[in-house]
């Protein structure tokens, strides 16, 4: 089968454990012919930086275009429509039997439909990932997608087979803004790649004995772009309260520069704070694997689902879409003082997290395997 991923509103980045890769990763190891058409844009240390149009094949056997938006009135427009004219002609030449379009914020959405309607065989998914936490709520930004994206997806609607929500959030958003009745949706959680226990202690042990941890040091992880909506300074300050020895904290990610000075003092007056920086997906998985918890007690991330099937227990904030994927393998947070009672409960008994390790990687394997998730697309 040919399986093509339209990505022109992400920023597909090999070696990350985003959904744009790890989806076409599945599929190619399903034995279908894969293409990913993206922008021209990609992930570099954690800041999106602008790459030259592309074709070529991955390593593993994908083949990535990047395509520049059509010049507009402004650079402006052309980010906000996206279009490009030659999406239609990449996907004449290559024929696809599935198309899963990625967002719904383009125009090209509009040409694919008419694809659709002239190759009626050929199954068109579309998929939002889109919440209120993240829409822009300037109001002239919130009026294109109320008009223009709503007009656009109205038109395609009926060459639809399905529209995918990935999360909760992102199914309320498709409802209120995009008017979608619930029949038309389907839930397409976010995944990972889930490994064995054995993998994951032979990925722990090989990690921690790097970092120069004993088994008996409790490890917490937190990662991502570290601005404000992430509440890193939360969690170093609830961390710092909490004085016993054997807790540790490693910090992957990006500071950005208006969190720097903030960020840096707190660091770097904990010896048992570790900042790696930024990490691709094979060495942020190693992390996950070493860490005793993985917390993220502010804005959402996907790193969370990758974490769970990595065996982590979780601290995470009560965002809706996130109540599915607490199952006896972690706690709820909203405030810093949630934090620190959390991470004082777990240095005071931490045989507990066995158990949620346990908890996290049955639930990535009810609800978190992309094994299933990307069969839906057969």
């Given at each position: 089968?040919?399986i093509?991923h339209?990505?022109?509103?992400?920023p597909?980045?090999?070696?990350?454990?985003?959904?744009?890769?790890?989806?076409?990763n599945?599929n190619?190891?399903?034995g279908?012919d894969?293409?990913?058409?993206t922008?021209?844009?990609?992930f570099?240390?954690?800041e999106?930086v602008?790459?030259s149009?592309?074709d070529?094949?991955?390593?593993?056997?994908?083949?990535?275009?990047?395509l520049?938006?059509?010049?507009?009135?402004?650079?402006?427009?052309?980010?906000i429509l996206?279009?490009s004219?030659k999406?239609?002609?990449?996907?004449s030449?290559?024929a696809?039997?599935?198309i899963?379009?990625h967002?719904?914020?383009?125009?090209?959405?509009?040409?694919?439909a008419?694809?659709k309607?002239k190759?009626?065989?050929?199954?068109?998914?579309?998929d939002?990932h889109l919440?209120?936490?993240?829409?822009d709520?300037?109001w002239?930004?919130?009026?294109?997608?109320?008009?223009?994206?709503r007009?656009?997806?109205?038109?395609a609607?009926p060459f639809i087979d399905?529209i995918?929500?990935?999360?909760e959030?992102?199914?309320?958003f498709l409802?209120?803004?995009y008017?979608?009745?619930?029949?038309?949706m389907e839930?397409?959680?976010?995944g990972?790649?889930?490994?064995?226990?054995?993998?994951r202690?032979?990925?722990r042990?090989k990690?921690?004995a790097?970092?120069?941890?004993t088994?008996s040091?409790i490890?917490?992880?937190h990662?991502g772009?570290l601005?404000?909506?992430?509440?890193t300074?939360d969690?170093l300050?609830?961390?710092a309260?909490v004085?016993?020895?054997?807790m540790?904290l490693?910090?992957?990610g990006?500071i950005?520069?208006?969190?720097?000075?903030?960020?840096e003092?707190l660091i770097?007056?904990?010896?048992?704070?570790?900042?790696?920086?930024w990490?691709?997906?094979?060495?942020l998985k190693?992390?996950?694997c070493?860490?005793d918890m993985?917390?993220q007690?502010g804005?959402q991330?996907a790193?969370?689902?990758n974490a769970?099937?990595?065996g982590?227990?979780?601290?995470?904030?009560?965002h809706?879409s996130?109540?599915?994927h607490?199952w006896?393998?972690?706690?709820?947070?909203k405030?810093?003082a949630?934090i620190?009672?959390?991470?004082?409960?777990i240095?005071?008994f931490?045989?507990?997290l066995?158990?949620m390790?346990?908890?996290?990687?049955q639930l990535?394997?009810?609800?978190?395997?992309?094994?299933?998730?990307a069969?839906?697309?057969?």
């Amino acid at each position: 089968m040919k399986i093509l991923h339209v990505c022109l509103a992400s920023p597909y980045t090999e070696g990350l454990l985003y959904q744009d890769n790890m989806l076409a990763n599945q599929n190619i190891k399903d034995g279908h012919d894969v293409m990913v058409i993206t922008k021209c844009e990609h992930f570099e240390n954690g800041e999106l930086v602008p790459i030259s149009p592309e074709d070529r094949i991955l390593s593993n056997g994908i083949r990535l275009v990047r395509l520049a938006y059509d010049p507009m009135l402004g650079r402006r427009s052309s980010v906000i429509l996206k279009k490009s004219k030659k999406l239609v002609i990449l996907v004449s030449e290559f024929a696809p039997d599935t198309i899963l379009f990625h967002g719904l914020v383009s125009w090209e959405l509009l040409n694919i439909a008419k694809y659709k309607r002239k190759h009626p065989n050929v199954k068109l998914f579309v998929d939002s990932h889109l919440r209120f936490d993240i829409a822009d709520n300037r109001w002239h930004v919130m009026g294109i997608y109320f008009g223009l994206y709503r007009k656009i997806l109205r038109r395609a609607l009926p060459f639809i087979d399905k529209i995918f929500y990935t999360t909760e959030d992102a199914k309320i958003f498709l409802e209120d803004v995009y008017r979608i009745d619930e029949d038309r949706m389907e839930f397409f959680p976010l995944g990972g790649e889930i490994i064995t226990s054995q993998e994951r202690l032979a990925l722990r042990e090989k990690k921690r004995a790097e970092m120069n941890l004993t088994e008996s040091d409790i490890l917490l992880c937190h990662t991502g772009k570290l601005d404000k909506l992430k509440r890193t300074e939360d969690v170093l300050s609830a961390f710092a309260n909490v004085p016993d020895q054997r807790m540790k904290l490693v910090i992957l990610g990006w500071i950005p520069p208006e969190m720097k000075q903030t960020l840096e003092s707190l660091i770097y007056a904990d010896s048992r704070v570790i900042f790696c920086g930024w990490k691709d997906g094979e060495e942020l998985k190693k992390y996950l694997c070493a860490c005793d918890m993985y917390v993220q007690p502010g804005a959402q991330s996907a790193t969370m689902e990758n974490a769970i099937c990595s065996g982590a227990p979780i601290m995470l904030y009560p965002h809706v879409s996130y109540i599915a994927h607490m199952w006896g393998n972690g706690f709820f947070v909203k405030s810093q003082a949630d934090i620190e009672k959390v991470i004082r409960q777990i240095s005071e008994f931490p045989g507990m997290l066995e158990m949620m390790s346990k908890n996290s990687f049955q639930l990535a394997k009810n609800l978190l395997d992309y094994r299933i998730i990307a069969s839906k697309l057969y």
